[in-house]
Structure formats: structure tokens, C-alpha cells
């Protein structure tokens, strides 16, 4: 044997002791920074586990709040940009979903990672989860996503069901994207906060997955039910948050221009210094020379609507336009005023009733007139319960076929966001009747737009809203209290000496008028314009 024997061995034995410890120190290197939720590392590994971890998430957040404006898309930088509008908790389901939630602010802005506490994470991940188990599922979900074929009542009564089930859904996504302290969370930076959070893999995977399933509903939906509000923005949180402030709105045809020259100057008098945003419909509704007079007024600005509004398919004009330009408007706090309408004191007054500042919708009764049942009507289209406000409208009563009267309507737009979205659409795509195709129309079933605002809350389960409480009626000239004299002619005689004389007789005032009073039975406001009859006006 030879001596050299034990000296090659040892040699032998030294390369394979050396290769194993480069070998296991690989697989410590592997498991430690590639693989760590998979050993259980040292104090001093998890302390470096911890860092690491903490600079990941540090830079996902980063990406998520702080992209750069001047690479986004103008719909990204709608989102980045801060939007001033006071943003209030939509529903009491969101509350019961995040108790510890502060009322977000004016200033809505991004943040950055690092000021997200342990207690922000919970509550996100509080809200996430909320909506998650808000989302439909099977053929439930099938059914709610699928056409909408039926027309008239069963259309209605369609919309009403799919509506609310929306509304709790869009309520739930805004609460996701919206922190403690009202700044917003861009979407596509959702997905890098879930994976942020303390949550196992399999936690991760099923809130990524339930995210996507609820963005995938509420955009399918929001398409499916509101097509026509999609022009502008690309989705309806978009539009919700872009609303800020109070102003007026109004809206006219050229014809219209000289009422509205007045109406603003009488505001101005009144003391009402609201902005005022007059919507119109494209260059043949309000030609450029009369948006040019209208504007040289303090305070006005013309928008064109047409170019705000999908209509393709119908026709946005005349009566339908009002809840179009309520909700498209800028203002959050949106008091609308017809064009022939004057007020006898400041509009201003209206943000100061008791009623506006509990339901954040304030309508006004129309006159009693035509009595008229519709209970079994309200009944087929209006989803169960039947709130207290259905049950005591004239509509339900049979006191009268008309209920609300739509020449001022003053909305809390962020509060009932959802019922002013169905508005519009009752005015809009459901508007009219076809009769080759055996569709009634939502007009042939009320008078125009005035009765589609209550009704629009009624049908998506919003009862917040009120009827002003002063009294409404006619204004104009008196019949049945001439007196003839000896010599033949007529002597017009007073109200009061007309109604001590003329006891158990019918006494009338013939115009279409609207007056309507405070609820100190001082005058407010009336529709129609200065004229003897609003329909003989055109000379005067």
C-alpha cells in the first residue's frame, strides 16, 4: 500500500466536508431571503426579516399613493389629485362596517404609507371584507348582471330591485377606496395594499380575489343600469367624488334666456351669491352670443350637457334635462330652479330648512288637483316595505294624480347619489313609449319628470327626503266675483269682499301659475313668470 493512501483520503474527506457546508449554507441563504414565512428563522433572522418586510411593503404603498401625475391617464389624475368635497359615510351598513371611522374631510388627499397605522390596515381590511360579503353570488349575481328586457311596471320594479342591491354594493366599494381620514385610494393600488397587510397567503389570495369579483359586479352594473352618465368619467365613483360646494343650476333654451337674465339679477338683489352653472344642450339650445350675455352676470357659467350625457339610442331634451343637469352639475349641494320661476326671497333660504338639514332632499308639493288613486300601481313597481312617505302621498291616498312639483328641487348629491343616478335614467333611456315594440314609456305612466324624483328614492330604498311643508296653489286672476252695474259694466270686486258675498259659490282662479309659500305662509317662490297666464305670455 502505498504512503501516499491516507494523505489523498484526508484530501478527499476535506473537498466533501467543504462542498456540504457551501451546499447548506446555500439553502439557509435560499430559505432566509428568498422563502421566509417558510422557516422559523433566529432572533437576529427575524429581526432582518422584519426590516426586509417592512421596505417592501414601505415601497408597494409608495407606488400605490405616490405614482407620478404627469404619467397617468387624466382619469388616474382625477383620482391622484386632491378633490375638494366633504365626503360623509353613505350608509348605515358602511358605519356597522367601520365603527372606528372618522368622517372624512373637505380636503380629500393621497397619503403615504408610512403614516398608515396598525388601525388603518384593520379598518381597510374591515371594509374590504364588508363588501366582499355584500357581493352577490350564483344566479342571483347572473340575474342581476343580465339585460334588462322588461318595460313599463315590471321595468320599474326590475330597476328598483337592482338598484338597491347596487346602492349597499357602491356604498361598500367607496368605503374600500376611501381611508379614516377621508383620503382616497387609487384602485389600482388596491392590490398592493391587500398584500400588505398581516394576512396569510391563503387570507391574500381569497381578498384579491373577492376584490376583483366586486369590481367586476359594481362595473357590469353601473354600466348595465346607467349607461347614459358614463361620457365624462369612467366610473361612477369618479363622478361621485367630483362633486364640491352649493350653487344653482338651472336650464334653458333660447327663448329662455331672457327669463334667466332676470331670474339671476333678482337672486343677486335678493342677496343669494351662489354660483350659478346654467346647463344647456349643445349650440342650437343657447347660441354662443346668448352664453356670451349670460355670462358677463357675477357668478355664471354655461356647461354644455350634451356633451356630458350618452344618449345614443334617445334623445336628451326639454322636461327630461333637469335631473341630468342637477347630477352633472359641479356643485355637491345642488339647488335647481326652472327657468320661469321667481323667488320673493334669497333661494339661499331653502339650505336653511329644518327639513333639508335632516333628509338632504327637499321637494315641493305640486297643487291638489285631479283626484286620482294609483295604490295598486305604487304597489307593483315600488319593492316592500312601503315607507311612511308612499303611504301618505296623495298618489296612495287618491287625493290627487299629481304629487311633487319639479320647478325647484334641492339635493344633497352625495347623500342620494344613487336615487339621483336612477333619476336621470327614468328621464333618459326609459323615457318614452314604442309601440312597435310594445315598451310604455316612464311618461306614459306620470306627467313628465316631476313625479320620477320621489319616486326614484322610493324605488331605490332612500326614504331621506321631504316635501317643503308651506302650502302650494294658483296664482292669478279672479272668476266668478264680477258684478255688473246699473249702467252695464263690470267691476272687478276683492277676495275678501268676493268671499263674504258670494258664500256657497264657486269661486276660481284660472292660471297655471305655481305659488308656493314659506312655511310662514309668506310668498316663496312661483313658477310661471309675470303674466296673466303663463300660456298667453309670448307678447309680453
Known amino acids: 500500500m502505498s504512503v501516499y493512501a491516507p494523505r489523498s483520503r484526508l484530501r478527499r474527506r476535506t473537498i466533501i466536508c467543504r462542498g456540504l457546508a457551501l451546499l447548506l449554507a446555500a439553502s439557509i441563504c435560499y430559505f432566509l431571503l428568498v422563502s421566509p414565512t417558510q422557516v422559523q428563522a433566529s432572533p437576529v433572522g427575524r429581526e432582518l426579516l422584519k426590516s426586509q418586510a417592512d421596505h417592501e411593503q414601505k415601497l408597494e404603498r ?9 404619467s397617468a391617464t387624466p382619469a388616474a389624475k382625477r383620482r391622484i389629485e386632491p378633490v375638494q368635497v366633504t365626503l360623509e359615510e353613505s350608509k348605515a351598513t358602511l358605519a356597522s362596517s367601520s365603527s372606528t371611522a372618522a368622517a372624512p374631510t373637505a380636503e380629500v388627499k393621497t397619503t403615504s404609507v408610512d403614516k398608515h397605522t396598525d388601525d388603518d390596515d384593520a379598518a381597510f381590511a374591515k371594509a374590504l371584507q364588508h363588501g366582499i360579503d355584500l357581493l352577490p353570488n350564483g344566479l342571483a349575481l347572473k340575474g342581476l348582471l343580465s339585460p334588462i328586457d322588461e318595460a313599463g311596471v315590471q321595468l320599474l320594479r326590475a330597476l328598483g330591485d337592482r338598484v ?15 381611508t379614516n381620514a377621508g383620503e382616497i385610494l387609487r384602485e389600482d393600488g388596491i392590490i398592493k395594499r391587500i398584500r400588505g397587510l398581516s394576512k396569510t397567503k391563503a387570507e391574500v389570495r381569497n381578498l384579491v380575489k373577492g376584490y376583483d369579483s366586486l369590481r367586476s359586479y359594481i362595473s357590469s352594473s353601473e354600466a348595465r343600469l346607467f349607461p347614459g352618465t358614463m361620457a365624462m368619467y369612467g366610473n361612477h365613483m369618479s363622478l361621485h367624488r367630483s362633486f364640491a360646494g352649493r350653487g344653482i343650476v338651472l336650464t334653458a333654451g333660447n327663448d329662455h334666456v331672457p327669463y334667466l337674465l332676470t331670474g339671476i339679477t333678482t337672486f343677486r338683489k335678493l342677496g343669494c351669491d351662489l354660483p350659478v352653472e346654467v346647463m344647456y344642450l349643445g349650440d342650437n339650445d343657447i347660441s354662443a352670443d346668448l352664453r356670451d350675455e349670460l355670462e358677463k352676470l357675477p357668478g355664471v357659467i354655461t356647461r354644455d350637457l350634451k356633451k356630458m350625457v350618452n344618449d345614443v339610442g334617445w ?41 333639508y338639514a335632516k333628509t338632504g332632499a327637499l321637494f315641493f308639493l305640486d297643487r291638489n288637483i285631479s283626484p286620482e288613486s294609483k295604490r295598486g300601481w305604487l304597489r307593483t313597481i315600488i319593492p316592500p316595505p312601503y315607507s311612511k312617505q308612499v303611504k301618505s302621498s296623495r298618489l296612495w291616498t287618491g287625493e290627487s294624480g299629481h304629487q311633487q312639483e319639479s320647478g ?4 344633497d348629491k352625495w347623500k342620494h347619489f344613487v336615487p339621483l343616478l336612477l333619476c336621470a335614467r327614468l328621464n333618459g333611456q326609459d323615457r318614452d313609449s314604442d309601440s312597435d315594440k310594445g315598451k310604455q314609456g316612464v311618461y306614459d305612466m306620470v306627467y313628465g319628470d316631476k313625479e320620477t324624483f320621489w319616486l326614484s328614492w322610493e324605488l331605490a ?6 316635501f317643503h311643508e308651506g302650502g302650494a296653489g294658483v296664482m292669478g286672476m279672479l272668476n266668478g266675483t264680477e258684478e255688473i252695474d ?30 308656493h309659500l314659506d312655511t310662514d305662509g309668506r310668498p316663496l317662490w312661483f313658477n310661471g313668470w309675470i303674466s296673466k297666464d303663463k300660456n298667453e305670455r309670448s307678447g309680453n
Not at 409608495?62 to 404627469?70: L, S
Not at 338597491?164 to 376611501?178: C, G, K, L, Q, S
Not at 330604498?461 to 321631504?466: H, K, L, N, S, T
Open 461 to 466: 330604498g332612500d326614504i331621506e327626503y321631504a
Open 408 to 411: 325647484v328641487v334641492l339635493v
Open 486 to 515: 246699473m249702467e252695464g259694466k263690470v267691476k272687478q270686486v276683492s277676495l275678501a269682499e268676493a268671499a263674504e258675498a258670494y258664500k256657497g259659490k264657486n269661486i276660481t282662479v284660472c292660471a297655471p301659475q305655481l305659488l
Open 315 to 355: 334623445e336628451l331634451a326639454g322636461w327630461a334635462a333637469k335631473p341630468w343637469a342637477i347630477l352633472m352639475s359641479s356643485f355637491r349641494e345642488a339647488l335647481f330652479i326652472d327657468a320661469d320661476a321667481l323667488f320673493l326671497t334669497s333661494p339661499t333660504t331653502l339650505f336653511d330648512s329644518p327639513q
Open 164 to 178: 338597491r342591491v347596487f346602492a349597499e354594493a357602491f356604498a361598500a366599494w367607496e368605503a374600500i377606496h376611501t
Open 62 to 70: 409608495k407606488h400605490a399613493y405616490e405614482a407620478p401625475v404627469e
